[in-house]
């Protein structure tokens, strides 16, 4: 598993999430490193989890795209385990559209925003899932202690 996010690095994402900071290289930075953790994670976990909406919420789109943990299939030739924006559409299956680190501006800014909510939701369901006891769950659940204080 992934070592690369400290937990230190969560700081500027916190403060995005919780409105007391606009995005900066800072929290983009640190949204790649926890980026490649979760993917880290996800490929151990291999639990589903279908989070919030990042859509484009000044256009009342927010359900368009999700952010989505799962088996996402970016080609014919290539599948793999991963955290991934996806178009939420009926009929496209949660197809990936960008990285969480790929999105533009106003669309990164919801996404860093609904961290907190997208691993609790993971969280639940890898409990769910009975995996809260691997080292990849116990990770997942040292960031959720980060994003989500008790």
Do not use: K
Request: aromatic share 4%; net charge negative; charged share 25%.
């Amino acid at each position: 598993m992934s070592t690369e996010f400290d937990v230190e690095q969560a700081q500027p994402l916190l403060a995005v999430a919780r409105g007391e900071a606009g995005l900066s290289a800072a929290a983009d930075n640190a949204l790649q490193a926890l980026e490649a953790e979760l993917n880290a994670i996800a490929a151990e976990l291999q639990v589903e989890h279908v989070g919030p909406g990042v859509g484009m919420a000044d256009m009342n789109a927010e359900g368009a795209y999700r952010i989505v943990v799962r088996e996402h299939e970016h080609d014919v030739t290539r599948r793999e385990w991963g955290v991934m924006v996806c178009d939420a559409a009926d009929n496209c299956d949660y197809r990936p559209m960008w990285p969480m680190s790929g999105t533009g501006r106003l669309r990164r800014r919801q996404v860093v925003e609904a961290l907190p909510e997208l691993i609790a939701g993971w969280r639940a369901a890898m409990n769910e899932a009975g995996r809260a006891l691997t080292p990849a769950g116990q990770r997942l659940v040292a960031l959720d202690g980060v994003f989500n204080p008790a």
